[in-house]
């Protein structure tokens, strides 16, 4: 018997995205990921300044709004090869790195925890023996008894309300779950306690980019921030001696729960290391550059094909050909069209143009488009990063991927190999890995600025200027989903085309022209499907991946045409 399931939309993501699944003998046998929205951002910066393109396209989204600012200021730097001060890649790093901390910890609490932490069961638990479990595991302070009783009457009181608040709509009771009382109440005291280490890690991106989530600091050539001793409306030593406070108390939530919570969940779900694999080939961006033009970096990049450490590929700098001739997107089954009916377009020579049809198994079923590399699909995101990182011989990689391996056996005597990573709950400890290494870069780019600023070099920008006729840009990021690229071709010192390929777009597309699935659909084959009208395994391995169809999808009316007008004054 054939079972065909609807998720839509799927929650606890950014944007609108559908899944469609076929379950045969109780697990999926088809997939169709589909976003539901189009994205027009390419459309609106079109014979805008390069300049201001950077402040109009982080609106992609509410939540990776830093990275498609950074994103798109490189893009025009690389066009002009404009050399960036170092003062100013150290900022834009700490912006960066801060960013990906909150953007880790939130996924992980706020947006897939609840997947496997069943909140209603901790109303049982025993506090003191949740305690001393959490502090058997980790010297966090916030593991104490008190800590977990006042937890435990919080939940109470919302169950007894029949108001769950912040976690209603799960799927409490389900048989995939599977932790004891006093491990969910662990989780939920310390999903309540992330709150605070987004704020921490949230204050120094606010405290460096003027605000947030959309911050103001930037500039092609560099960064706004001037930099000063003496004056108070400007980034002083003693700003960024409070940002290092914000930094040492994400460290402390990091090591001592996230990493440990993570551990936690792969000890218990050891099933779902074998499930949730998505494409075999993984594409990722060196990304933090220590130098002014872009060509060395804390965090490595390249390109594994099959999952094969020893036939890594290193991406060498922004704007290598080695990626810039590999991208390419098709749009056969997306409800877009490419007025030269090329079977696949290179992002330079892009085009957006919506054509809408219903859904459509066999034909158009996703305002996505489909990207490939080299003319196949690529996984992005943590996985992709960490195994660049462990193929290069990147060292702190290699020594948080031991840790956490060393942790989950220590908790079930098991170990997680890379291989493993390729999975549902790999991709969780992939991020939280990746998150270490974040967090010791974010430590040493403080340094490095607090070093040069002490040289007596405060210089933080370089003026772009522009020449007659026509260039070309790529901008790259290691975003916090993954590989994000901005690609600008500037004519006349105006914007002629522009394209963002997202680590959303390579993640959710639908199949490309050659019938290939991304990696949301091939990940989801073969998962088990215990019940049909709570389809939660289904909806595990696609929260693993962090979906954020906002950047890869934006709204369209297709009925009025117009969905709003703006006056610029």
Not at 54 to 80: F, K, M, N, P, Y
Not at 497 to 506: D, E, F, M, R
Not at 557 to 563: R, S, V
Request: one cysteine or more.
């Amino acid at each position: 018997m054939t079972t065909r399931i609807t998720i839509d939309p799927v929650t606890r993501i950014e944007g609108h995205l559908r899944i469609d699944v076929e379950v045969e003998n109780g697990r999926v046998a088809k997939s169709w990921a589909s976003g539901q929205m189009w994205r027009g951002i390419e459309k609106i910066v079109l014979d805008r300044d390069p300049r201001d393109a950077w402040a109009i396209v982080q609106r992609i989204c509410g939540v990776c709004t830093t990275v498609h600012a950074i994103a798109s200021v490189r893009a025009v730097e690389e066009a002009l090869e404009l050399e960036v001060p170092l003062n100013a890649q150290y900022i834009r790093n700490m912006v960066l790195t801060a960013h990906t901390l909150h953007d880790h910890i939130v996924h992980f609490y706020q947006l897939s925890a609840l997947d496997w932490v069943d909140v209603v069961s901790a109303t049982k638990a025993n506090p003191t023996k949740a305690a001393r479990f959490a502090e058997s595991i980790s010297d966090w302070e916030g593991n104490s008894p008190a800590v977990m009783a006042d937890t435990q009457k919080r939940l109470k009181t919302f169950v007894a309300s029949g108001q769950l608040g912040i976690f209603t709509n799960g799927y409490w009771g389900h048989p995939a779950m599977k932790l004891s009382p006093e491990v969910n109440l662990m989780a939920v005291a310390h999903y309540l306690q992330a709150l605070d280490a987004q704020r921490w890690a949230n204050k120094i991106v606010g405290t460096l980019g003027s605000k947030t989530p959309h911050i103001q600091n930037l500039a092609v050539g560099g960064v706004s921030n001037p930099i000063s001793t003496d004056s108070q409306s400007v980034l002083t030593i003693e700003r960024l001696l409070e940002i290092k406070e914000c930094i040492d108390k994400v460290g402390a939530f990091l090591h001592n729960c996230y990493f440990v919570d993570v551990a936690a969940i792969a000890a218990s779900y050891p099933e779902w290391s074998s499930l949730g694999a998505g494409v075999n080939d993984f594409l990722s961006t060196p990304d933090l550059p220590t130098d002014t033009k872009g060509t060395q970096f804390m965090m490595p990049g390249g390109f594994l094909h099959g999952g094969d450490l020893a036939g890594f590929r290193k991406i060498s700098r922004f704007g290598d050909p080695y990626f810039t001739d590999g991208v390419a997107e098709s749009v056969k089954h997306s409800w877009y069209t490419y007025k030269s009916n090329d079977g696949e377009l290179k992002p330079w020579r892009g085009e957006t143009t919506p054509a809408y049809t219903d859904f459509q198994d066999d034909g158009k079923y996703s305002w996505v488009k489909s990207p490939t590399y080299y003319g196949r699909p690529a996984q992005v995101g943590p996985i992709a990063s960490v195994l660049a990182g462990v193929a290069s011989g990147h060292q702190t990689t290699r020594l948080y991927v031991e840790r956490l391996s060393q942790k989950i056996h220590t908790l079930s005597g098991s170990k997680i190999s890379p291989a493993a990573l390729n999975s549902t709950v790999g991709r969780h400890a992939a991020r939280v890995i990746r998150a270490c290494v974040v967090y010791e870069d974010l430590q040493a780019n403080w340094k490095l600025l607090m070093e040069n600023i002490g040289k007596g070099d405060v210089a933080t920008f370089n003026k772009p200027t522009f020449p007659k006729g026509e260039i070309a840009g790529v901008g790259q990021v290691e975003a916090p989903r993954g590989l994000l690229s901005h690609w600008v071709v500037i004519k006349d010192g105006r914007i002629a085309n522009y394209q963002a390929v997202v680590p959303s777009t390579w993640l959710a597309a639908p199949k490309n022209d050659k019938g290939q699935p991304a990696s949301y659909e091939v990940a989801l084959l073969g998962t088990p499907v215990a019940d049909p009208e709570r389809p939660l395994e289904a909806l595990r391995t696609i929260h693993s991946f962090d979906p954020c169809l906002a950047c890869a999808v934006h709204l369209t009316d297709a009925e009025h045409k117009t969905a709003v007008q703006v006056s610029v004054l």
